[in-house]
Nanobody, 124 residues
């Protein structure tokens, strides 16, 4: 299991921005595919964005395309989720995820490692 620590959540007004960060001490971080999931009460956790281990591919949930950007810094062992033009429906607990296969395709299986989750609230 990979230990992941998220930061950067909070309260923001509609149209605002936040940047989530997820850092690890895992020495083999560069071999992991990384993702961000989110969950609201009563709903299943959903994949919001993913990036392959070599940064070659990115995937986004349709509702966040053009607004969210996932990036991976192998030197800092950190994955980021830049969230712009936030909407009320983006309110959720966001989870960082590390996939040992390095791919995005297997992320929805949820067999990798999870962060503790961080609250993002979009409200006027």
């Amino acid at each position: 299991q990979v230990h992941l620590v998220e930061s950067g959540g909070g309260l923001v007004q509609p149209g605002g921005s936040l940047r989530l960060s997820c850092v690890t001490s895992e020495p083999d971080f560069r071999s992991y595919g990384m993702g961000w999931f989110r969950q609201t009460p009563g709903k299943e956790r959903e994949l919001v964005a993913g990036i392959t281990y070599n940064h070659g591919s990115r995937w986004y949930l349709d509702s966040v395309k053009g607004r969210f950007t996932i990036t991976k810094d192998d030197v800092k062992r950190t994955v980021y989720l830049q969230m712009d033009d936030l909407k009320l429906e983006d309110t959720a607990v966001y989870y960082c995820y590390a996939d040992p296969t390095g791919s995005i395709a297997t992320m929805t299986l949820g067999e990798g490692s999870w962060g503790q989750g961080i609250q993002v609230t979009v409200s006027s």
